[in-house]
Structures are given as C-alpha cells and as structure tokens.
C-alpha cells in the first residue's frame, strides 16, 4: 500500500491553474517535512515546495509568488495550489516525507537524496502545460 497518493495532474494552458493533492493517511504530519518535487522531461528531479513541521515553507526560486504548499492535518492530505502556469512547469509531480528526526539542516529540506534514502514518495502525477 502506497503511504504517499498524488492526484489533481492534469493538461493545462499557460496562465490556468491546477491544485495537486497528496494523501498520506499513514503518516503524522507534525512528524514529517512535507514536500513536492518534480522532474521535468529529460531533467533530474528537483525541489519545488516543503512544509515544515513547525509550518515553515520553503519555495524554489522558479515558483516563488505563483504555487502555495498548504496542508491539512486533520485529514492528511498535502496540497500544491499553482497558478499562473508555464510551459516550463511541465514535469511529473512527485509528493515526498521525511522525518523531522531525519532532517539534517535548513539546507537539506528539498535535497531529493535526503529524501530518496530515509524517505517515502509518491508515484507521481503529470502536469502538463501548453503555450
């Protein structure tokens, strides 16, 4: 059974918005960063968003001011609200935790090794945006 569920990928045109989500049922999130990666066509994965467990968020500097990482703890799921979409955001959309414990410093809240050898990710969800 998977831990980590995308959903909400989709195709859209530049400038529409797309909310992914991300539910992790097993997991207490004031246990976990939580964080959404991607990996464009032909490119390694990369950083987009994380929630800390003191609700600190940290943004890549390419989405800055257009996506929002939010949580609901109650109901554990993870969201990634985008906006103002670009071509250039096209990539498979991966949600990721790992243990606060885990977490050896600011540096490393979106190192994907980090979260590739203590952590869990999800299988992934496609977003794709036309010009």
């Known amino acids: 059974q998977d831990l980590l569920v995308e959903s909400g990928g989709g195709s859209v045109q530049a400038g529409e918005s797309l909310t992914l989500s991300c539910a992790a049922a097993?997991?207490?999130?004031?246990?976990?960063?939580m964080a959404w990666f991607r990996q464009p066509p032909g490119a390694e994965r990369e950083g987009v968003a994380v929630?800390?467990?003191?609700?600190?968020?940290t943004y890549a500097d390419s989405v800055k001011g257009r996506f929002t990482i939010s949580q609901d703890a109650a109901k554990k799921i993870l969201y990634l609200q985008m906006n103002n979409l670009k071509p250039e955001d096209t990539a498979v959309y991966y949600c990721?935790?790992?243990?606060?414990?885990?977490?050896?410093?600011?540096?490393?809240?979106?190192?994907?090794?980090?979260?590739?050898?203590?952590?869990?990710w999800g299988q992934g969800t496609q977003v794709s945006v036309s010009a």
């Open positions: 097993a997991l207490i999130f004031s246990d976990y960063y």
């Open positions: 990721a935790a790992v243990q606060d414990a885990r977490m050896p410093g600011s540096w490393a809240t979106m190192d994907v090794g980090l979260y590739t050898t203590h952590g869990f």
């Open positions: 929630i800390e467990t003191d609700g600190t968020t």
